[in-house]
């Protein structure tokens, strides 16, 4: 109502302004106040925009659109993005009840159901099968999709060692590295183990998320709470050779995306645990994330990268941030501290949903300016899936705030 207020007042104030050309300010008429109901709004009409461009024929799942391209590339099932996008016309279902994305959303999800049948290619398992199916069933209570969510659990706990502690998140890389390796962005994976050890899975699934979370917790981080992206573990007796990067700017420095993966996955353990180390551990990740940001709070690619503030930003990492410290400041006790984090993200959102990061009339993308992979030159300024459904979901936890 606020809101709503708001922007009549300023509406009015814009219309009396018409009389008087040279007094009327242009960002004042370009930019309404920012609302989540306004932007999820904006991201159906974007959403309706890529579905009608996109080919019937696989593979057909979007997955970014590089800086001045117009056209999403897409891949097929098996890519590691290929849930954000049926999560993204879930969450649209839920923020819409409109069917048109309710049947896009089952559509989509469909092409990803033979992961929940073949041996585990690497952790990545969550991110395709919980943000589509895990969406789609706490939407619909389809058996069916529960049926695939809990072979996947089982399917993505094959990769777990017991001796480090962890899962093992690349598989293909034991060869190249000559050790198991675990990546940060492992910990939001954790998420579709927990949800399977509550909905008649094994209960072993929990036990294997909750330590991985905790071996995460020793080993992953520098003293400033800063993480590694990527830790080496000798796989036979478990102990840590080292930390090291792969999309980050040095194996010392703090990757963007890799620290906000931190807030949100400790955040979600400690909701699935109710643990308060994770909850403590959640708030010291958030605040060197906090303290090193920029004024407009969408972080550089990398905080520690050269040529600050001439860099690329990434836009994915501000959208995964938000969303964790919606719900983290929903579990902090301090109010002064839950206020502090709710701010920020609001302030996130805000700021993401300016004309300097939305997608408009760009491409049909919600988002535009983020990062994939600096180091290999990929997918750099560009929109990418995963801005977009972190994005969408902050917009949503915001909105039932
Ligand atoms: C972004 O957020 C910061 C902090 O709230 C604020 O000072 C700044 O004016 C915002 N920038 C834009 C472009 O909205
Ligand atoms: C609560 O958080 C604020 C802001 O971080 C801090 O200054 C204050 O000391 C905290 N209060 C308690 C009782 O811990
Ligand atoms: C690196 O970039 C190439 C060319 O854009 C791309 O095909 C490849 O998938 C990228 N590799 C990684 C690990 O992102």
Request: proline residues 4%; charged residues 15%.
């Amino acid at each position: 109502m606020i809101v709503l207020h708001t922007y009549l007042k300023q509406l009015c104030s814009g219309y009396v302004l018409l009389s008087f050309p040279l007094l009327i300010s242009a960002t004042a008429i370009s930019q309404p106040p920012f609302s989540a109901t306004t932007q999820l709004q904006y991201c159906q009409q974007q959403a309706r925009k890529t579905l009608a461009s996109l080919p019937a024929d696989t593979p057909n799942i979007p997955r970014s659109i590089p800086a001045n391209a117009r056209q999403w590339k897409l891949v097929d099932y098996k890519d590691w993005t290929s849930g954000f996008w049926p999560g993204i016309l879930w969450y649209l279902f839920e923020a819409s009840h409109t069917d048109t994305f309710n049947v896009a959303a089952a559509k989509y999800a469909s092409q990803l159901e033979p992961l929940s049948r073949q041996p585990a290619y690497d952790h990545d398992l969550g991110f395709q099968v919980y943000c589509s199916y895990g969406n789609g069933y706490r939407l619909t209570n389809n058996p069916a999709y529960k049926k695939i969510l809990l072979a996947t659990a089982d399917t993505l706990a094959t990769l777990y060692n017991p001796k480090v502690g962890t899962i093992l998140s690349w598989p293909r890389e034991v060869k190249h590295f000559g050790a198991h390796n675990t990546i940060m962005d492992n910990m939001m994976n954790l998420e579709l183990l927990f949800w399977a050890a509550k909905h008649g899975g094994s209960k072993h699934l929990y036990d294997i998320a909750r330590q991985h979370a905790i071996t995460t917790m020793h080993n992953h981080f520098r003293k400033d709470y800063s993480s590694y992206h990527v830790v080496l573990y000798d796989t036979l007796t478990g102990k840590k050779i080292k930390g090291i990067t792969h999309q980050g700017y040095a194996d010392e420095s703090m990757w963007a995306r890799g620290q906000s993966w931190a807030i949100y996955g400790f955040t979600m353990c400690y909701r699935e645990t109710k643990d308060t180390a994770f909850l403590n551990f959640a708030q010291k990740v958030a605040d060197v994330y906090l303290q090193r940001l920029p004024a407009d709070l969408i972080p550089y690619w990398d905080f520690d990268a050269q040529g600050i503030p001439n860099i690329p930003k990434d836009a994915s990492a501000a959208c995964v941030t938000a969303s964790a410290l919606l719900e983290l400041s929903g579990f902090v006790t301090n109010k002064t501290k839950a206020a502090m984090y709710r701010a920020k993200a609001v302030q996130m959102l805000q700021n993401l949903s300016t004309d300097h990061y939305l997608a408009k009339e760009t491409n049909t993308a919600f988002l535009l300016h983020s990062t994939g992979h600096k180091p290999n030159n990929s997918e750099v300024d560009a929109s990418i899936i995963y801005a977009d459904y972190y994005y969408v979901e902050a917009l949503l936890r915001l909105q039932k705030l």
